[in-house]
């Protein structure tokens, strides 16, 4: 699917693009077929109840829009990524597809999607269409970062997956995978603490700072305008590419109507404006397009999975940084991006039926260990 995505922003081909969606309708279509006959090890999934409420609450909100099918369609979407992840709970309680099993097709995405990145670079398509995969590429990253063991692994895959965000300059994947890093390496380092470590992930670090700076000395032109102070000003409608002006308009449009509890419809941010754009974010999307009822999903989210973090952290405290990691993630992209409209969010959350797989089987453990 990544191949056709990429080849048909590349060529300009409706045919390789129908192609990808046609993929997606079929893996859709085995996803639900997996999740119905599957209903009862999905039940023990802890977030399984959450995006299940998820799913209908939207599902209940393509209704309200102005073009049922065009709404139904970006639907699929965010319905993909959440019976996926029922999916890989399902392989992964079967035994058929471990978290090694998944961190091998993850390294080959990443390798497809900086093997893209460099042929839009040396095109200069990239200029045309700088997101390319960086985004995909984020939402991989906290299966990446867990699979490193705290950086002792792995670390040709996350210096590929950082040359893959940091050659599309986009700002916002940028500081995500930033500061996902940081959580991630300050965490492992408060909880297990050694020199070793701590010269493993500077070291890793000095590379990774090295190469960003090697790519944006390429790129001189670009960094003038996509990192210029204007920008970064939020007193500036311009600031961040337009996102200012946009979030201020939506936020006073949403307060000051009657449609504050349910918001305006399905997709009703971007008929605002002629060209179709939304708002590139989905706290001021939701709440914009269902109202107090959206920011209240997303919050539950939120709340969700830091009661895991909690939990989880009673039986493996070693692994809990990722979770971290992945919140912060999750936070800055909803706010300024977007995740739940993209199919490509089922890597991100990935990481959530595989942890929980590995906390169940340490509880089993220990009541094993206990019970003999």
């Given at each position: 699917?990544?191949?056709?995505?990429?080849?048909?922003?590349?060529?300009?081909?409706?045919?390789?693009?129908?192609?990808?969606?046609?993929?997606?309708?079929?893996?859709?279509?085995?996803?639900?077929?997996?999740?119905?006959?599957?209903?009862?090890?999905?039940?023990?999934?802890?977030?399984?109840?959450?995006?299940?409420?998820?799913?209908?609450?939207?599902?209940?909100?393509?209704f309200t829009d102005k073009d049922f099918l065009e709404g139904l369609w970006l639907y699929s979407k965010t319905l993909f990524w959440i019976l996926g992840i029922?999916?890989?709970?399902?392989?992964?309680?079967?035994?058929?597809?471990?978290?090694?099993?998944?961190?091998?097709?993850?390294?080959?995405?990443?390798?497809?999607?900086?093997?893209?990145?460099?042929?839009?670079?040396?095109?200069?398509?990239?200029?045309?269409?700088?997101?390319?995969?960086?985004?995909?590429?984020?939402?991989?990253?906290?299966?990446?970062?867990?699979?490193?063991?705290?950086?002792?692994?792995?670390?040709?895959?996350?210096?590929?997956?950082?040359?893959?965000?940091?050659?599309?300059?986009?700002?916002?994947?940028?500081?995500?995978?930033?500061?996902?890093?940081?959580?991630?390496?300050?965490?492992?380092?408060?909880?297990?603490?050694?020199?070793?470590?701590?010269?493993?992930?500077?070291?890793?670090?000095?590379?990774?700072?090295?190469?960003?700076?090697?790519?944006?000395?390429?790129?001189?032109?670009?960094?003038?305008?996509?990192?210029?102070?204007?920008?970064?000003?939020?007193?500036?409608?311009?600031?961040?590419?337009?996102?200012?002006?946009?979030?201020?308009?939506?936020?006073?449009?949403?307060?000051?109507?009657?449609?504050?509890?349910?918001?305006?419809?399905?997709?009703?941010?971007?008929?605002?404006?002629?060209?179709?754009?939304?708002?590139?974010?989905?706290?001021?999307?939701?709440?914009?397009?269902?109202?107090?009822?959206?920011?209240?999903?997303?919050?539950?989210?939120?709340?969700?999975?830091?009661?895991?973090?909690?939990?989880?952290?009673?039986?493996?405290?070693?692994?809990?940084?990722?979770?971290?990691?992945?919140?912060?993630?999750?936070?800055?992209?909803?706010?300024?991006?977007?995740?739940?409209?993209?199919?490509?969010?089922?890597?991100?959350?990935?990481?959530?039926?595989?942890?929980?797989?590995?906390?169940?089987?340490?509880?089993?453990?220990?009541?094993?260990?206990?019970?003999?």
């Open positions: 699917m990544l191949i056709t995505d990429l080849s048909s922003e590349l060529l300009n081909s409706e045919f390789l693009l129908n192609i990808s969606r046609s993929l997606r309708f079929i893996i859709l279509l085995l996803f639900i077929r997996v999740n119905i006959f599957n209903f009862h090890i999905i039940r023990k999934f802890q977030f399984s109840r959450f995006f299940f409420a998820f799913a209908v609450i939207l599902f209940l909100y393509v029922n999916v890989l709970f399902v392989l992964g309680y079967k035994n058929k597809l471990s978290f090694n099993d998944f961190i091998i097709v993850v390294k080959k995405v990443v390798f497809i999607a900086f093997t893209f990145t460099l042929i839009f670079f040396a095109t200069g398509y990239i200029k045309e269409d700088y997101n390319v995969a960086s985004y995909l590429v984020l939402f991989m990253f906290p299966i990446v970062l867990q699979s490193t063991l705290g950086y002792r692994k792995n670390k040709l895959l996350i210096t590929i997956a950082a040359l893959a965000i940091l050659i599309t300059l986009k700002r916002g994947a940028i500081l995500a995978f930033v500061l996902g890093n940081l959580v991630y390496f300050f965490g492992i380092l408060r909880i297990d603490f050694s020199v070793k470590k701590l010269a493993a992930g500077i070291l890793l670090f000095l590379v990774l700072i090295t190469s960003g700076l090697f790519v944006f000395n390429q790129q001189k032109n670009d960094i003038e305008g996509r990192f210029s102070e204007e920008q970064f000003d939020v007193s500036n409608e311009q600031a961040g590419s337009g996102r200012i002006g946009l979030y201020t308009n939506l936020t006073e449009a949403w307060f000051y109507s009657d449609n504050r509890l349910f918001g305006f419809g399905n997709q009703e941010d971007s008929r605002r404006n002629r060209n179709r754009i939304h708002a590139h974010s989905d706290i001021f999307g939701f709440l914009y397009n269902h109202g107090i009822v959206g920011i209240i999903l997303i919050l539950f989210l939120y709340v969700k999975i830091l009661k895991f973090y909690v939990y989880y952290r009673k039986y493996d405290k070693k692994n809990t940084p990722i979770i971290l990691a992945l919140l912060i993630i999750l936070l800055l992209v909803n706010f300024y991006s977007g995740m739940f409209r993209t199919t490509d969010a089922i890597y991100f959350f990935a990481l959530l039926p595989y942890l929980q797989l590995k906390r169940d089987a340490i509880k089993q453990s220990i009541y094993f260990n206990k019970s003999t």
